[in-house]
């Protein structure tokens, strides 16, 4: 039976241990700061170009949180179990009276919680920056965007995790988890573009391959909060707006959820079948 | 109290624990004792459940597999391997894991940092500690909900000499104390001065239980014994242990003599009966 109370002090150990760790500080300053270089060349364009600087900020903001944000969650989540595994303290942790699944939703909360720091800091400053520099447009896209974010922070999250429960080493964690990123991240719309001249797929089929990355997921979801219409997206999204309709955002928010929760799951069997080492 | 039943334990082809079946009583010391790789370390990490095994293990009438998490609230475990996290503080490391044990608020964590002298190392930070300090310290967390039973993996193994004698001290108080404890070594030294029992194992086998004064007779080993004696003691004490049957030989300012398990008093009271005057000796 699951001790919440273990849980809880298990989240305050991995937030205080994020805070501290190097990789996740120079994260967040770097997204912090490549999201407010983003915002001030967004409201210094708006001047001239009189386009409303949060919905330029949100554009430009969407390709960032495509290269940074799954790169957080993904080495993030790998480095958790096999680090601690890797120098001992996953089963001195685990010689206590406390049991796997506790472990591993203590660890996945409390990572999930610190991404959530450094994504509202980032997107704290950047917003605050558009305020000062008094930037018009809709703040609830923008909040949106944020909590987009966080799901995907999260379901990249849930995938280092899955990585981590499997490998032994850190280093082949890392490794995979860069190597999985690479994939979602570079080869996901390639990929696509290639299989579909190749397979001759319909347009219908094409959408539903992109679904199958959580990073395609969010983009879409991402561009619809920010135009209502996926035109920008060619065929599939053209396709995709009119089958879906209003069934389609929470089928994106509803996927992105899928991808937080199923890997996650399925990381708890492993560890439950592997055992500590 | 603990009731280890054809425990077997395999990594895919390979199996670092065959078929182990022991008891240990309450307030007893075993010590499981083997070469590197017989299997100690599995065992240990069995009975936390660690892995997945074959067989049964009951402590305190809790299935070990089962009510894993019952059963570790029973046991406090000193790992072979310094395991904490280096950049908490020595009180920061305390309280985590006297939080994960449920020990009560308001404990007084004073007496258990006096009795193993952790006290002007509190605010240290544990990565800052020597390897006797960080034992000390997994002893301390060990014995933070004062457990019944103490498990220890060759508790000692990163210690110098030093440490380790400070160390065993610890243990012999504890055990006198009632605990019940079970450790592996490979120290035999470490195994004579704790154990009630000893299990020997080998290639994961259990091979002899026994308590460590007949485990030499059990194994048949002999032991040598260099006794240095004065020069006109050297003749008549060869002539003597040669007469009883003892292979006996001189080396350097003394006689070298090989003694079955269980007999090296009898050498001693031989030589003491014949006159002859022992300055010092050696055990090998």
């Given amino acids: 039976m699951m001790d919440f109370e273990t849980v809880f002090i298990l989240i305050q150990k991995e937030l205080r241990d994020a805070f501290r760790n190097r990789w996740f500080i120079l994260y967040t300053v770097a997204f912090a700061i490549l999201s407010m270089t983003l915002a001030w060349f967004s409201v210094s364009g708006a001047g001239s170009f009189g386009v409303a600087g949060f919905g330029r900020t949100t554009a430009g903001l969407i390709n960032l949180i495509l290269l940074i944000v799954p790169l957080m969650g993904l080495s993030l989540g790998a480095l958790s179990l096999a680090g601690e595994r890797e120098n001992g303290t996953l089963a001195y942790m685990l010689a206590q009276p406390i049991n796997g699944a506790e472990l591993l939703l203590g660890k996945y909360i409390g990572l999930a919680l610190a991404l959530a720091a450094a994504l509202v800091i980032g997107f704290g400053l950047t917003g605050l920056l558009m305020v000062i520099a008094g930037s018009g447009g809709d703040f609830l896209i923008y909040v949106t965007l944020l909590a987009l974010s966080l799901l995907l922070a999260v379901a990249s999250l849930s995938l280092g995790l899955l990585i981590s429960a499997t490998v032994k080493r850190a280093a082949t964690a890392v490794g995979l988890a860069l190597f999985l990123w690479l994939i979602l991240v570079y080869f996901g719309d390639l990929g696509l573009m290639g299989t579909s001249v190749v397979m001759n797929l319909k347009v219908g089929q094409l959408f539903g391959l992109a679904l199958i990355n959580p990073l395609q997921v969010f983009k879409i979801a991402a561009v619809l909060d920010l135009r209502d219409n996926l035109e920008v997206l060619g065929p599939a999204g053209i396709y995709a707006f009119r089958t879906y309709g209003a069934a389609l955002w929470p089928l994106l928010v509803g996927l992105l959820v899928v991808w937080a929760v199923v890997p996650f799951l399925l990381a708890t069997q492993v560890f439950k079948k592997k055992g500590v080492l | ?284």
């Fill in chain 2, 1 to 284: 109290m603990i009731q280890v039943t054809n425990l077997t334990k395999r990594f895919g082809r390979f199996t670092a624990v065959d078929n182990l079946t022991f008891t240990v009583e309450s307030g007893e010391a075993v010590a499981f004792w083997g070469a590197n790789g017989a299997g100690k370390t599995t065992a240990v990490r069995c009975l936390l459940n660690f892995f997945p095994y074959e067989g049964e293990i009951v402590i305190n009438g809790l299935d070990a597999r089962k009510q894993s998490k019952h059963v570790r609230r029973l046991i406090g475990f000193v790992p072979q391997e310094l395991s904490f996290h280096h950049d908490m503080s020595v009180a920061e490391t305390l309280v985590f894991y006297a939080r994960l044990k449920k020990v009560p608020d308001g404990f007084d964590f004073e007496p258990l940092l006096t009795k193993l002298r952790l006290t002007d190392h509190i605010d240290k930070k544990v990565g800052e500690l020597s390897g006797g300090l960080k034992q000390r310290l997994a002893l301390a967390v060990a014995l933070l909900s004062d457990p019944p039973i103490l498990v220890l993996d060759e508790p000692t193994a990163s210690l110098d000499i030093r440490a380790r004698e400070e160390f065993l001290l610890l243990l012999r108080e504890l055990k006198q104390a009632g605990k019940t404890m079970i450790f592996s070594s490979h120290h035999l030294e470490e195994i004579t001065a704790l154990a009630d029992r000893v299990l020997l194992l080998e290639a994961g086998r259990l091979v002899v239980d026994a308590p460590p004064d007949q485990l030499e007779r059990r194994l048949g080993w002999e032991t040598t014994l260099h006794l240095y004696l004065p020069e006109t003691g050297i003749e008549p004490a060869m002539t003597t242990l040669a007469g009883l049957g003892m292979p006996v030989s001189r080396n350097g300012r003394g006689i070298r003599v090989q003694v079955a398990p269980g007999a090296k008093g009898r050498v001693f009271r031989v030589l003491q009966d014949a006159g002859v005057a022992v300055e010092d000796f050696a055990v090998e």
